[in-house]
C-alpha cells in the first residue's frame, strides 16, 4: 500500500479522495451516535461541508470520460448536491424521517458504492491500496 499514486495526481483527486475518507469515517459516527444532540448535528454539518467537497471537486475529475469530459458519475455529483439540500432541509424544518433517510442514502450511494468502483483495477485507489 502507497499513497504515492493518490498523492501524486491532479489536486482535485487527492482533495477528493480525503475528502471522502474523512466524510466516510464521520458519517459511520454520525449513524451510530445519538440523534438531535448538539454534537450530532454539529458534526453533521462538518459532514454535509464534506460531501460538498467530494461532489465538488468531482467536477474537476476527468479520468473516465463518456460524453466530453463529464461521466456518469458526475450525474451521481450533481444528484449528490440536491439530495444535499434536501436533507439539511429536511433537518431545518424538522422532518425527520426525510432527513434520515436522505442522509443514509447519500452515505450508502456517494460513499459506500461509488467508493467501491474506485477500487476496480486501472483507478487510482486501486494502485493505492493493490500497487502497481
Known sequence: ???????????????????????????????????????????????????LLVAGSSFWIHQIRLVGPWSPIHLLSIFTLAMLALAVTAARTHNVRRHRYTMIGIFFGALIIAGLFTFMPGRIMHAVVFGQ
Open 1 to 51: 500500500m502507497s499513497l504515492a499514486p493518490l498523492l501524486d495526481a491532479a489536486p482535485a483527486i487527492p482533495l477528493h479522495a480525503f475528502a471522502a475518507m474523512a466524510a466516510f469515517i464521520l458519517g459511520s459516527i454520525q449513524l451510530a451516535a445519538p440523534k438531535g444532540t448538539l454534537p450530532h448535528r454539529t458534526l453533521g454539518w462538518i459532514w454535509v461541508i464534506l460531501m
